[in-house]
């Protein structure tokens, strides 16, 4: 099996979960809380290594895995849908996939509500002033109300690369030097 199957399998079985629990909580009328517990459920993997070795490591049992992560879930405060397919998939072996299901849910939830992410890259942290006039500048481009996923890579030097969907714009000084350089080397 490749690296790329394994991915796909992967991507699948995240389908399947956020598809059944995006549902539910359609249903339910409650995009809001589900948006909130992704959004707490995300910086509780990003931040706790121990959670993250939880939910990936074969060394735990199924038991343990379904009991540690549905006492997280209730630490947590997520909605009964969540707490019960963390649980599910705890049972099933497949905790590994919740990084890929809640970025699948992501999906789901903008695409209902109809808003599309942008991925910014910057040499510094945007101010909350700047990611509004980014956000108002690129819904005046696409149409759709943008949501700003940024992240900082100070090799940009400065500048930004936005990523919507299948465009980039990279307007950093680390591109323009490239440019220059391959110029510089064409000539020469």
Sequence with gaps: MDVSESASVSSGIAERYATAIFGLVKDGNDLPKLEANLDDLSAALDGSADLRDLISSPIYSRD???????????????????????GLMAAKRRLFVVPAMVRRLREMIATEKGEVTADVVSAQALTADQSKKLAETLKAQIGSDVKINATVDESLIGGLVVKVGSKMIDTSIRAKLNSLQNAMKEVG
């Design 64 to 86: 343990e895995q379904g009991a540690a992560i549905v006492a997280i879930a209730k630490k947590m405060g997520l909605i009964p849908a969540v707490q019960n397919a963390l």
